[in-house]
């Protein structure tokens, strides 16, 4: 049973005294509770090696549970209270976030944060908050990845489809080498652009190593057209970066952002009349998917996309038949 109203939990455990005074990163909890909260994203990122973003996002989510705590108890949560919380307690919190305008998918990521924590809390020796597995989590229709046609992601990768353009030509055939790699090698934005000019893939060099998701190395093949527009872009760069530097520039020279490929993106959208769904990311869904059409083996396809599960790679399964069942519809006689 829930609770009605604020109520009062017991203080903070013995020894908060060492922990310090108020928590300037988790100014809605109680310091020892703060402490671990500190300790668990710092082993994050020391052993578990988390992204920068993974991390800052579970310390957003979880400063805002810490603060929702607090309002809902009437008090700064301390791990007597974390850990004696109840199914009502999370609920409302669930309540909150929706009331809030948080999607599913949004929180149920908050959860898994959440609930990380006191997993580390339990492993740690500082209580159990067993009513987080206690809840059941949203529900979220998966949706299938929408890649583009073949014809459109090769325009796409393709230095021809920019003829027209009033930018300089070095730009505009780096942002054909970079489309290139997420469709000929199936790369996240962020992998194609980590890679340092002595990485290159050009030339006789037709393999590159990334770093991807959970600071996984892998090498992926790269084919000899994207090599070809990777040459083109460095035969007419203005700047000769150093071996450590990045192989692709921005226009004074410095890191390439995602953000201007997601822009020469949005104008080859409107220049080929694509959907709103054609993005830098749908080229490696496409590379994916175009892979299984024509008889990629999933196992390869999953170590060359660098995907932890198996299972998150079947998803292009159910594209391919969805492509297929609608082809037939399409064009057989007896689908009318």
């Not at 800052?56 to 850990?83: C, I, M, N, V, W």
């Not at 159990?128 to 090769?154: E, Y």
């Amino acid at each position: 049973m829930g609770h009605s109203g604020p109520m009062t939990r017991t203080s903070a455990a013995m020894g908060d005294e060492d922990v310090g005074g108020e928590d300037l990163i988790f100014p809605g909890a109680a310091p020892a509770l703060a402490h671990e909260a500190r300790r668990w994203l710092a082993h994050l990122n020391a052993e578990r090696r988390a992204s920068p973003h993974t991390l800052d996002a579970y310390k957003r989510e979880l400063r805002q549970f810490f603060r929702f705590l607090a309002d809902h108890l009437g008090e700064a949560p301390d791990l007597t209270a974390f850990s004696g919380l109840l199914p009502a307690d999370v609920r409302a919190y669930m309540a909150r976030r929706r009331a809030e305008g948080l999607e599913s998918r949004s929180l149920l990521r908050s959860l898994a944060g959440i609930r990380s924590f006191a997993r580390h809390l339990e492993r740690e020796g500082k209580g159990k908050a067993s009513a987080l597995g206690a809840v059941r989590t949203p529900k979220i229709a998966r949706s299938l990845p929408k890649p583009l046609t073949a014809t459109a992601a090769r325009a796409v990768a393709s230095a021809e489809a920019r003829d027209g353009e009033a930018r300089a030509p070095w730009i505009l055939a780096r942002d054909a080498a970079v489309l290139g790699l997420l469709y000929g090698a199936g790369l996240r934005i962020s992998e194609a652009l980590s890679i340092t000019r002595a990485q290159a893939p050009c030339g006789s060099v037709d393999s590159v190593t990334v770093l991807g998701k959970g600071r996984k190395m892998r090498s992926v093949p790269v084919i000899a057209p994207v090599r070809a527009a990777i040459d083109a872009y460095l035969e007419i760069c203005p700047y000769k970066v150093g071996p450590d530097g990045p192989l692709f520039v921005g226009q004074r020279g410095g890191a390439l952002s995602p953000r201007i490929i997601q822009l020469a993106m949005e104008r080859l959208r409107g220049a080929l009349g694509l959907p709103d769904t054609a993005t830098p990311h749908a080229l490696r869904h496409s590379f994916a998917t175009h892979l299984l059409a024509r008889g990629g083996d999933l196992r390869t396809i999953q170590e060359l996309l660098g995907h932890s599960s198996l299972a998150t790679t079947q998803i292009y399964t159910a594209v391919d038949s969805s492509r297929l069942l609608e082809a037939w519809r399409s064009a057989h006689p007896r689908a009318r």
